[in-house]
């Protein structure tokens, strides 16, 4: 008998018990909950926008495509009609699917762009220039998703984004501190001064009214794909690129296209995941992340205790080795998904994880196999009665992008680009580094950490979670998923705990300071781990199913993320 089956078995029925018996009585720390529809996401403002879709008939997808459009309105440092992003989608009638709408390099691209006469990689230039810039899929991304699953009109759905765009709404406190310090970043990188800079300084409950975005939402209510890869706006991003000096060409943006896409899925003790294949990295890392951890019972190690800690960290160093070396744009480079999420190789993997001491990650490779923000991105969780619901992250990268706004447009560029590897070996701004899989090719897609995903349990909706945070997203995923199906929290428990997060290279614990208290940091010091303090580590928006009928949402308190459900 397979003593390590019994152990999950237990850990998997001690958990089903919890979560069950919460369910039968209003727990102490829930999030809000609703039965027919719930949704969570960066902005109130986006949350009231969904939810009505949601009242008013719509479907899950309806209302996804409706609160993309409003966080391009509301939420402008990562919501974005010129970024990119990915859904998962789980139907009512139990079929998955993934939208792949990342941004593409543009066709006069190279792999050396970012490099000066000496072979370095010059400061800025892929972060914040319009070099930074790919070419945008959102907007292709939701006309395609609408069309092949939405029941209300298209122009319903992106009207309320019009009309936030027009009559504006009131920021936050964090919003007036985050637009007053990219102030001088947007004098300097617009000719003219974008809506973005106020006259003054922004304070809490100022309205934000953006006219020409207004505009360019109009067109693409009106168009639809149209209204942005051609026409007036593809005109003035053409315009945006000539006086910039960026690359994007007409022929870059009628050439781009979403791609629907075989999501990466697996089972984690007694639950079934989907989440987000290459161009991401985030749902194969989550599955490496789960097939290594699984190993041990979490739940008797305890939630962000010592041994917990490390085991979740060692399995972080060597999944991130992993991507960096194989992973890229599938249509560019072959990256052995088979072979790295096997249960062969992610045993071997776990067994590499030595009980009482840290591998340095100078020696850690990645491993063999025979054939890889700023927390400035945004996640949206949706779902409605009748069992469908949309795991969906979108970005611009950087908080702004690349802080160069379309005149004329009213929008954002994104620097995704530095999402590439510029040169072998050297970090992106989140400390990434890449190799060959990862190289700037034209029409490539850059890689991501986006990891959009659902859970089921005995093919019922169990929960629709993701998180913004560049490399930080995927261990934050993974541990809300922990906290929930190990540590038995409700949602907004699971959202909520502070959080931790390795990634190989540098070889740090970089932790949330209520994460773990002196006592945990000087033992895992002594086993030869390296921590360091940090600000916040992701912001997750999930929804829990209940086996009682009821939606929780979990918003992530750490910005102004609200779980709005009826
Ligand atoms: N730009 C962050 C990511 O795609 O992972």
């Not at 209003?26 to 969570?40: C, E, F, L």
């Not at 792949?100 to 914040?128: H, I």
Request: charged content about 20%; some cysteine.
């Amino acid at each position: 008998m397979n003593l390590n089956f019994l152990k999950q078995a237990s850990v998997f029925v001690i958990g089903f018990m919890l979560v069950n018996s919460c369910s039968q009585q209003s727990h102490k720390g829930m999030g809000p909950t609703g039965t027919k529809g719930m949704v969570v996401c960066a902005h109130p403002e986006a949350s009231k926008i969904g939810l009505s879709i949601l009242q008013q008939g719509g479907n899950a997808m309806d209302a996804a495509v409706a609160v993309e459009f409003a966080l391009a309105v509301c939420y402008p440092s990562a919501g974005n009609i010129a970024g990119g992003g990915f859904w998962i989608v789980r139907t009512s009638g139990k079929s998955v699917y993934s939208l792949d709408y990342r941004e593409k390099a543009p066709l006069a691209s190279s792999k050396d762009m970012y490099l000066g006469p000496d072979g370095e990689v010059v400061n800025g230039l892929s972060t914040q220039t319009i070099l930074a810039a790919g070419v945008p899929g959102t907007v292709d991304g939701m006309v395609r998703a609408h069309e092949k699953f939405g029941t209300l009109p298209w122009n319903t759905v992106v009207q309320p984004a019009v009309d936030l765009a027009r009559n504006g709404f009131p920021i936050t406190k964090l919003q007036a501190a985050s637009l007053n310090s990219i102030r001088k970043a947007l004098l300097e990188r617009n000719s003219s001064k974008p809506v973005f800079v106020s006259d003054s300084i922004w304070k809490q409950g100022d309205l934000l009214i953006q006219p020409d975005l207004a505009k360019t939402l109009e067109r693409i209510r009106d168009q639809k794909r149209e209204g942005f890869y051609a026409g007036e706006t593809a005109g003035l991003i053409i315009r945006q690129m000539q006086e910039s000096g960026g690359l994007i060409t007409l022929q870059d943006l009628a050439e781009y296209e979403a791609v629907w896409r075989k999501p990466i899925n697996g089972t984690y003790r007694d639950y079934h995941f989907y989440s987000m294949a290459p161009p991401s990295s985030g749902g194969l890392a989550l599955k490496q992340l789960l097939g290594i951890l699984a190993k041990w019972d979490l739940k008797s190690l305890g939630h962000n205790q010592v041994k917990t800690i490390h085991y979740m960290v060692e399995a972080e160093k060597r999944v991130y080795a992993d991507r960096a070396e194989y992973l890229g744009d599938p249509s560019f480079v072959n990256v052995p998904v088979d072979e790295l999420t096997s249960a062969k190789y992610l045993s071997k993997r776990a067994g590499e994880i030595k009980e009482d001491k840290a591998t340095p990650s100078d020696s850690v490779r990645a491993g063999k196999v025979t054939p890889n923000e700023s927390m400035e991105t945004t996640h949206y969780s949706v779902a409605d009665r009748w069992g469908n619901a949309v795991s969906a992250t979108t970005t611009l990268n950087g908080g702004y992008g690349c802080n160069i706004v379309v005149k004329g447009g009213g929008f954002f560029l994104n620097n995704e680009m530095d999402d590439f590897s510029s040169k072998p070996g050297f970090p992106n701004v989140y400390g990434l580094i890449g190799n060959e899989a990862n190289c700037i090719q034209p029409g490539k897609r850059m890689l991501s950490c986006m990891t959009p995903t659902i859970i089921t349990k005995n093919e019922k909706l169990f929960m629709v979670v993701g998180s913004p945070g560049g490399s930080t997203i995927i261990t934050s995923v993974f541990q809300t998923i922990l906290n929930v199906i190990d540590h038995g929290m409700t949602m907004q428990q699971a959202v909520s705990e502070k959080r931790f997060h390795h990634q190989w290279r540098p070889d740090l614990i970089q932790y949330e300071p209520e994460a773990m208290d002196s006592l945990k940091v000087t033992k895992l010091l002594s086993m030869g781990h390296f921590l360091k303090k940090t600000g916040k580590i992701g912001r997750v928006d999930a929804i829990l199913f209940w086996p009682d009928g009821r939606m929780e949402g979990g918003a992530d308190p750490r910005g102004d993320d609200s779980a709005m459900g009826f």
